[in-house]
């Protein structure tokens, strides 16, 4: 089970970390809370398959109906395969059929927002090979099953053309980057996290349920400290590149202090400003917080009525030498 309650938007750590409590508790301003307890009104994002060749124009059905591309709104992909409503219209998710590629992946709109460099189920990886024009894209995902959900991601979406170019791996990333030190420009961490969206629908199972997450939950932030810093991420990436922190939480010490601790610890890394790049043009779609504190650890894209996409942090370091 699952107690909400009111108060103030997002440090509340200790609720957290008590092991005494059985339950979980959220403590998130009321029109988050809203939300993120309502399905009804979530919003996905439709992203087109470039690689399919959909007997339906899904571009101009999506159009037809008051989608709009937001690729070309936010000037940021060389091509626009993302496709938001301003209302919370919702898109089947296509089938699997055998030997054809689905024509779209429907995903939290906020998640575009980041270049994904590896893991399960890849939502961000098929961003990433349709926008970003990767000369190889390394999937690295630990666990086996996500590891097969990956796999078929990749064949449902990808062409077998394009097959060359990606790789799945199935490294613990905590160590990826000394095996392949400084070997690529981007990477993107978008870190195991508590899930928001998901830890308020843990459904029935109950207490025993929430005592469990609980306990993953206290250990998160040293799991996600250690795959972004030296030793994996950030030893990933070459100098001059960058990598990308990114979560589904709201919660401050597996965002904000993960990245504070990872700057503090590591020399040579250096935190880059996204609001100009990303909050002001988006900043009429989505909320973004905060705005205008620089400098800040990252943005937070957190959802709200008529804007539910999120939560999503992003923050972005670039590795000097
Ligand atoms: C938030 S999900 C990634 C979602 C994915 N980027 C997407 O867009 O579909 C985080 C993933 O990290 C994986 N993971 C957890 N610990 C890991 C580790 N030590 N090394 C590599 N992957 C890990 C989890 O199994 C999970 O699939």
């Known amino acids: 089970m699952v107690v909400l309650l009111e108060g103030s938007p997002i440090s509340t750590e200790e609720l957290w970390s008590s092991a005494r409590v059985t339950i979980g508790f959220l403590v998130i301003s009321l029109t988050?809370?809203?939300?993120?307890?309502?399905?009804?009104?979530?919003?996905?994002?439709?992203?087109?398959?470039?690689?399919s060749s959909p007997p339906v124009s899904y571009r101009a059905v999506l159009l037809n109906t008051g989608f709009w591309q937001y690729g070309v709104m936010l000037n940021l992909f060389s091509s626009p395969p993302c496709f938001i409503h301003p209302s919370p219209v919702r898109y089947p998710s296509?089938?699997?059929?055998?030997?054809?590629?689905?024509?779209?992946?429907?995903?939290?709109?906020?998640?575009?927002?980041?270049?994904?460099l590896c893991s399960a189920?890849?939502?961000?990886?098929?961003?990433i090979l349709q926008t970003a024009d990767p000369a190889l894209l390394c999937c690295n995902e630990m666990d086996p099953h996500r590891r097969d959900w990956l796999?078929?991601?990749?064949?449902?979406?990808?062409?077998?053309s394009l097959s060359?170019?990606?790789?799945?791996?199935?490294?613990?990333?905590?160590?990826?980057?000394?095996?392949?030190?400084?070997?690529?420009?981007?990477?993107?961490?978008?870190?195991?996290?508590?899930?928001?969206?998901?830890?308020?629908?843990?459904?029935?199972g109950g207490e025993q349920h929430g005592a469990v997450r609980l306990r993953e939950r206290a250990r998160l932030p040293t799991l996600q400290t250690q795959l972004l810093r030296y030793m994996s991420a950030l030893a990933a990436v070459r100098p001059g590149g960058v990598a990308v922190y990114s979560t589904c939480t709201l919660s401050r010490s597996?965002?904000?202090?993960?990245?504070?601790?990872?700057?503090?610890?590591?020399?040579?890394?250096?935190?880059?400003?996204l609001e100009e790049e990303l909050a002001?043009?988006?900043?009429?779609?989505?909320?973004?917080?905060?705005?205008?504190?620089?400098?800040?650890?990252?943005?937070?894209?957190?959802?709200?009525?008529?804007?539910?996409?999120?939560?999503?942090?992003?923050?972005?370091?670039?590795r000097i030498h």
């Open 32 to 51: 988050k809370r809203k939300v993120l307890l309502n399905p009804g009104c979530w919003q996905y994002g439709v992203i087109l398959n470039l690689f």
């Open 94 to 116: 296509p089938p699997h059929r055998q030997g054809q590629l689905k024509p779209y992946y429907l995903m939290n709109a906020a998640s575009l927002l980041v270049l994904d």
């Open 121 to 127: 189920p890849g939502g961000k990886a098929l961003a």
């Open 151 to 160: 796999a078929k991601t990749l064949e449902s979406f990808i062409p077998q």
């Open 164 to 204: 060359s170019t990606v790789t799945v791996s199935n490294q613990d990333g905590r160590i990826f980057g000394q095996s392949e030190a400084g070997m690529y420009d981007k990477v993107l961490l978008d870190a195991p996290c508590s899930n928001d969206r998901s830890w308020l629908f843990s459904g029935p």
């Open 254 to 273: 597996e965002n904000q202090e993960v990245v504070e601790a990872v700057l503090n610890t590591c020399p040579g890394v250096e935190l880059q400003d």
């Open 280 to 318: 002001l043009p988006l900043q009429e779609h989505f909320t973004f917080t905060p705005l205008g504190h620089t400098p800040s650890l990252g943005l937070l894209v957190v959802p709200q009525q008529g804007q539910t996409w999120g939560p999503m942090f992003l923050s972005r370091i670039k």
